[in-house]
């Protein structure tokens, strides 16, 4: 069974950055694409940003378009989620995941907290 562990949270002021990283045990997730989802409080987890498998392709939600950046080293099977310019609203447990995602195969996440 995969195992995808999530590190790089914590907690900052709005404005602020952090970078997330997600490592997969099996080099096989380097070959699908990849996605980072958050889950606020009392809310569903949502799609934030997905990559291709090779990195040339990337996708954002609106809500974080032109602030987060999401990359790739399938050599280290990581993927990566820069998050610049944070605001409040982006306070949630980020997740990463295939994409579309694999049922199952959730990480615990890691917390990112942004104080206004």
């Known amino acids: 069974q995969v195992q995808l562990v999530e590190s790089g949270g914590g907690l900052v002021q709005a404005g602020g950055s952090l970078r997330l990283s997600c490592a997969a045990s099996?080099?096989?997730?380097?070959?699908?694409?990849m996605g980072w989802f958050r889950q606020a409080p009392g809310k569903e987890r949502e799609f934030v940003a997905t990559i291709s498998w090779s990195g040339g392709i990337t996708s954002y939600a609106d809500s974080v378009k032109g602030r987060f950046t999401i990359s790739r080293d399938n050599a280290k099977s990581t993927v990566y989620l820069q998050m610049n310019n944070l605001k409040p609203e982006d306070t949630a447990v980020y997740y990463c995941?295939?994409?579309?995602?694999?049922?199952?195969?959730w990480g615990r996440g890691t917390l990112v907290t942004v104080s206004s």
């Open positions: 995941n295939a994409n579309p995602p694999h049922p199952g195969v």
């Open positions: 099996q080099r096989k997730f380097s070959s699908y694409a």
